[in-house]
């Protein structure tokens, strides 16, 4: 078996033991994990051992203790039968992060606007300079980025690591399906959405901020929904 690393991961108490990929199994992993969240590789595509080996320029066994671990990421579906395809993206899945996140960002928004952090504001403001820009230049994927920093700036600044991991995992876990929401569109609702937050948080109105981020949580979460009854084959679950 390829070479693993034990780590300790504190998760409060007691503490989570797990292993942890490395060499040739950890670039596959890293490498085809970023492969499927861009969408490369399409929700249900057959996965061809094979062709891994020579995209990654490994053995056969790498490949296989990759997919492994992908598997239990939830990004990959390893079927004795069949083979490996891509994960469809389960809407429950999809529901059950959002609600998280609409429980840890709203309260996190409504801290920020009690508080009114002149630091955050100022950064909360460029990131929103920035937006704009990438939105002015079509750049989707820097305005994606930029998203992503946005909602990381509410919970990390608090200074709640544990909060702050939970939140980014449930980021993470949508990521692949907000990447089929990136269009004109919603990328402007995004914007209109985000600068709704902030307002609130520079006013110092608590409530408008929760109510601000669960109406931008919302709408993504619908128009994923709407999304996987036009395009069925892309999901798991309804």
Same mark, same amino acid.
Request: net charge positive.
């Given at each position: 078996?390829?070479?693993?690393?034990?780590?300790? +991961?504190?998760?409060?108490?007691?503490?989570?033991?797990?292993?942890?990929?490395?060499?040739?199994? /950890?670039?596959? *992993?890293? $490498?085809?994990?970023?492969?499927?969240?861009?969408?490369?590789?399409?929700? $249900?595509?057959?996965? !061809?051992?094979?062709? +891994?080996?020579?995209?990654?320029?490994?053995?056969?066994?790498?490949? /296989?203790?990759?997919?492994?671990?992908?598997? &239990?990421?939830?990004?990959? !579906?390893?079927?004795?039968?069949?083979?490996?395809? *891509?994960?469809?993206?389960?809407? =429950?899945?999809?529901?059950?992060?959002?609600?998280?996140?609409?429980?840890?960002?709203? &309260?996190?928004?409504?801290?920020?606007?009690?508080?009114?952090?002149?630091? +955050?504001?100022?950064?909360?403001?460029?990131?929103?300079?920035?937006?704009?820009? @990438?939105?002015? $230049?079509?750049?989707?994927?820097?305005?994606?980025?930029? !998203?992503?920093?946005?909602?990381?700036?509410?919970?990390?600044?608090?200074?709640?690591?544990?909060?702050? @991991?939970?939140?980014?995992? @449930?980021?993470?876990?949508? !990521?692949?399906?907000?990447?089929?929401?990136?269009?004109?569109?919603?990328?402007?609702?995004?914007?209109?959405?985000?600068?709704?937050?902030?307002?609130?948080?520079?006013?110092?109105?608590?409530?408008?901020?929760?109510?601000?981020?669960?109406?931008?949580?919302?709408?993504?979460?619908?128009?994923?929904?709407?999304?996987?009854?036009?395009?069925? =084959?892309?999901?798991?679950?309804?």
């Amino acid at each position: 078996m390829g070479a693993t690393e034990e780590t300790g +991961l504190t998760v409060g108490s007691p503490v989570v033991r797990m292993t942890r990929p490395s060499g040739a199994t /950890a670039r596959v *992993v890293d $490498g085809l994990r970023r492969a499927i969240v861009n969408l490369e590789f399409e929700p $249900g595509a057959k996965l !061809d051992k094979a062709e +891994l080996t020579r995209r990654f320029g490994v053995s056969r066994f790498p490949v /296989a203790e990759a997919l492994n671990r992908l598997k &239990e990421e939830g990004l990959v !579906d390893i079927r004795p039968q069949s083979g490996s395809i *891509v994960s469809r993206i389960r809407l =429950a899945d999809a529901r059950e992060n959002m609600f998280l996140r609409r429980a840890l960002e709203g &309260e996190a928004v409504a801290y920020h606007a009690q508080h009114r952090s002149k630091e +955050l504001l100022s950064a909360l403001r460029l990131n929103m300079g920035q937006q704009k820009v @990438a939105i002015a $230049g079509d750049e989707r994927a820097q305005f994606h980025r930029l !998203d992503l920093e946005l909602h990381d700036l509410f919970v990390s600044v608090i200074g709640y690591p544990r909060a702050r @991991a939970v939140a980014e995992g @449930a980021r993470l876990s949508l !990521d692949r399906a907000r990447r089929l929401l990136i269009t004109p569109r919603r990328i402007a609702l995004t914007f209109r959405e985000h600068a709704a937050i902030v307002a609130a948080i520079a006013a110092g109105d608590a409530l408008a901020a929760r109510k601000a981020m669960s109406a931008h949580l919302d709408s993504v979460i619908g128009e994923l929904e709407d999304f996987a009854r036009e395009y069925p =084959a892309l999901f798991d679950g309804n």
